[in-house]
């Protein structure tokens, strides 16, 4: 892709993400207005935590990492018909695990919530069921969706898959105000399968001409074996991170009634500076990175990954240090109508913690991705588990002291160690 043209797929994937984060406010001003920072948004939070595990253990960016390498190296030699043979592979497989997983999953669902919310009281903990059992469908039109976004990005075609998000967070909010005084926090968990339904659904037209699929897995062609033994690695790395917000959720659980909530609306506003700036420069940059490697070309590969992290590192510092400042008012603003004094302040507060590593999550998209596109998932994985452990060591030591603003603290020092190991 020229630079001309990486610039343009990176302003259609900024702005898509921008819209995306707009609606993610959006939902969560929604959420805390009709619920309050109270026992039913911490249900809700808490149970989302099984189904996003499946979802990120299995699929994620396990499969953006490892497919779209493999893919981007079939295609520049001229073996398009093959390369959709293992994605065909991919998306057939994948399902089938993540349709057995939903299934146990559910089914044990009254053992494994009590231990991820110690802290709740018996209607929180019996709510939160209630709530995962209905949410283990998303993962699977989640993963369907993430090999299709593989797919287009794979042939630098970004705008739809780009728009699959605004759709998942839309459904959430309409199915919240259409259904809320019907079904209460349940019209949430509704609007979550939906949208994830949606964000499959989106993407199709785009995918029309572009794609053969074979409704067969060929387990036998050396690049799908090579694709799910890149992946490997990746869905343990990813099912790692996950340990991290499990551990932290049951922590949180335990600080006080609405710390869940606190906890996850201050690292969704973390996300805002991420999903705006550097998710869509590393999306954009991991086909580019790919080619480049597949053709030898190692000094445009370098000059791509040093100019990213230049630029992110520069922009995120000043972000961080601004929200560190006006971290009140950031909070004030974006969710004042909604949460009360004490919600407010504790969601401020861990903020501030939280843009601690701002600048290190940001530069940890670019450097990860620099690994996956000369097909090396083990290395960034491996440091991404080490982390995890600095993660869970510092907010267990924490807590106590600090409340929530431990468990964010945990988060920021784990990812400037990830960022500075992997650099």
Known sequence: MSRGALARAGLIVTAAFLASRVLGWLRVVVLSTLFGAGAELDAYYAAFRIPDLIFELVAAGAITSALIPVLSGLIEHGEKARAWRVASTVLNLMLGVLMALAIILAVFAPSLVPLLVPGFDEPTTELTIELTRLMLISPIFLAAGSIVTAILQTQDRFGAAAMAPLVYNASIIICALVLEPVMGIHAVAVGVVIGAVGHVLVQLPALRGRFTYAPSADTSDPAA??????????????????????????????????????????????????????????????????????????????????????????????????????REEVVDLLFGWGFDEEALAATAAALGVFLIGLPAHAMNVILARAFYSGKDTVTPVTVAIISVGVNGTISILTVEALGIRGLALGIALGAWFEATTLA
């Open 225 to 326: 074996r090579q694709t799910f033994w890149l992946m490997l690695p990746r869905a343990i790395g990813m099912g790692a991170n996950q340990i991290t917000f499990l551990v932290n959720t049951a922590l949180a659980s335990t600080v006080a009634v609405g710390a869940v909530v606190s906890y996850t609306v201050a690292f969704s506003v973390l996300q805002i500076p991420l999903g705006v700036i550097g998710r869509p420069l590393g999306i954009v940059l991991l086909p580019s990175m790919s080619r480049a490697l597949a053709v030898g070309d190692e000094a445009e590969f370098g000059t791509m990954v040093v100019r990213a992290l230049r630029l992110l590192l520069w922009i995120m510092a000043f972000v961080a240090l601004l929200g560190i400042v006006a």
